[in-house]
């Protein structure tokens, strides 16, 4: 019976150097692919987040044009009047709340004469040349 125990027994002389030192790189590769997961992922969050204020912006300055627009009849005395600038085929602004540059153009309706065709782009800095949202409505001013 010691015979058979004998030959199942373990070899006590412990683990080797190389052993260590395979577990270290294998277990620094699995948290390295970890931290790079999360990282990415970090960032995919905060440029939604990004997109996610910037389209919320876009809809609240069309909404406040579009109840300015049943109440008065020339858009751009209203537009003026919510703090925008007049460029030479644009109005523009900066969102102080959420840090965006916002560009608004209108277009008069060839065929429909009372119509303006209202585009509205947020940017994240002025010298960006992809808006980060765009929202763009047909409005009847003064009706």
Not at 70 to 91: Q, W
């Amino acid at each position: 019976m010691k015979r058979f125990y004998k030959s199942f027994r373990l070899n006590e002389s412990g683990i080797s150097l190389v052993e260590v030192i395979a577990s270290i790189v294998i277990l620094s590769i699995i948290i390295l692919s970890i931290f790079s997961l999360l990282t990415q992922s970090s960032k995919t969050t905060r440029t939604s987040e990004r997109i996610i204020d910037a389209t919320y912006v876009a809809q609240t300055e069309m909404e406040e044009l579009y109840f300015e627009s049943i109440k008065r009849a020339d858009p751009e005395s209203v537009i003026l009047s919510k703090g925008y600038t007049k460029n030479t085929t644009y109005f523009e602004k900066t969102n102080s709340s959420y840090n965006f540059y916002i560009k608004l153009s209108l277009t008069n309706n060839d065929t429909y004469p009372q119509l303006t065709r209202i585009l509205i782009q947020v940017y994240d800095h002025k010298d960006d040349t992809h808006p980060k949202a765009q929202m763009e409505n047909t409005l009847d001013w003064g009706k």
